[in-house]
């Protein structure tokens, strides 16, 4: 099988296997895992925050982060698709008790007026406007890069009404990667960030949540409310240290395979490729084939590949690790050959 779902399915490589089991351990709930402080050490570093904590997933991530900016009633201001809004179960409600207050963005950028527009002012009928949330890369926008320059443009105006800014940077290093632009310097224009070891990083488990010191030790008593304050985790955590140290620059090597994908796909009548490919993910439009994405996915498991339904005549493919370039050239004759 060809894989392209997702970048969370890629299996730890051989050197994390060898890190998980060689692993200096201790108690992390009291701090004492020497992997997982030295994991946390080296993503602040990258990140260019103060602290970090190392976390179960994206979602848990995501979630601490709004749990630990918002008080319950807040309102949180999000693009109307940013994956904390479709995909994490409403969480933010069900957990931080806020509402969420979305905006139609472009390629997963909200117009900075917009969001200004959005602001609540003190009013005895009104929620607070306790977060904005931005996501970068933004997934439904297949893998869009939220440009620098929007970014600072909201941080500017968060920053005016003293509302904190958190990044949903699950694939952040691909947005890295992909534009040139240091990591640190989307990480510098918000207040909290969270970014997968687990997706194009190729880890097998977690994520990280960075900060300033003082909210990331807030943080720390959230995850353990959620029961994410875990023992001996440097066995997990090893692989995230390889993770960034060593799969951050081959991150390149999706990207080509995605457009190498694009621009075959867009030679073939029927197909359309929805937005642009500009990391690792690529939306394609069936609906000129006469198929549903259903229909579509069906016939290309038939032949071996696994793609996901991203809307009624979308399918999305996601370079990652596991996918060589054979494979991209394999899936490019099957589709042909379907078509
Ligand atoms: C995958 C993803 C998450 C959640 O990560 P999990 O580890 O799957 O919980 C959050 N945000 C975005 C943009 C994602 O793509």
């Not at 602001?119 to 926008?141: Q, S, Y």
Request: net charge negative.
């Amino acid at each position: 099988m060809i894989d392209l779902r997702s970048d969370t399915v890629t299996k730890p490589t051989e050197a994390m296997r060898k890190a998980a089991y060689n692993a200096e351990v201790g108690d992390d709930v009291y701090v004492e895992d020497p992997t997982v402080n030295r994991l946390e050490e080296l993503a602040a570093e990258k990140l260019g925050k103060e602290a970090a904590l190392f976390v179960t997933s994206g979602t848990q991530g995501n979630q601490i982060a709004v749990l630990t900016h918002c008080k319950p009633s807040d309102e949180v201001i999000m693009e109307s698709n940013a994956h904390v809004f479709l995909y994490e179960g409403a969480a933010m409600s069900a957990l931080a008790g806020i509402q969420p207050r979305t905006i139609a963005g472009v390629r997963g950028a909200m117009n900075p007026e917009d969001v200004k527009a959005a602001i609540r002012p003190e009013d005895v009928h009104f929620p607070e406007t306790g977060l904005i949330c931005l996501e970068n890369t933004h997934n439904k926008a297949g893998g869009a890069i939220l440009p620098l320059e929007n970014m600072e443009a909201i941080a500017k105006i968060a920053r005016e009404h003293n509302i904190p800014v958190h990044l949903d940077g699950a694939r952040l290093f691909n947005a890295s990667v992909a534009s040139g632009i240091p990591i640190h310097k989307f990480a510098e224009q918000t207040d909290t960030v969270q970014f997968c070891l687990s997706k194009g990083l190729g880890a097998p488990v977690g994520s990280i949540l960075a900060g300033p010191k003082e909210f990331i030790d807030r943080a720390r008593k959230w995850r353990k409310r959620l029961g994410g304050g875990l023992r001996q985790v440097g066995i997990v955590a090893a692989p995230g240290i390889i993770a960034l140290n060593d799969m951050v620059d081959r991150l390149a090597e999706d990207h080509d395979h995605a457009k190498k994908l694009a621009d075959s796909f867009a030679n073939i009548d029927g197909i359309e490729i929805e937005g642009q490919v500009e990391t690792n993910i690529l939306l394609v439009n069936v609906k000129g084939l006469g198929v549903t994405s259903e229909e579509f996915i069906e016939k290309l498991k038939g032949e071996g590949i696994l793609t996901v339904a991203f809307g009624p005549y979308t399918v999305r493919f996601v370079t990652n690790y596991d996918v060589t370039e054979d494979d991209i050239d394999t899936v490019i004759n099957n589709v042909r050959k379907l078509v």
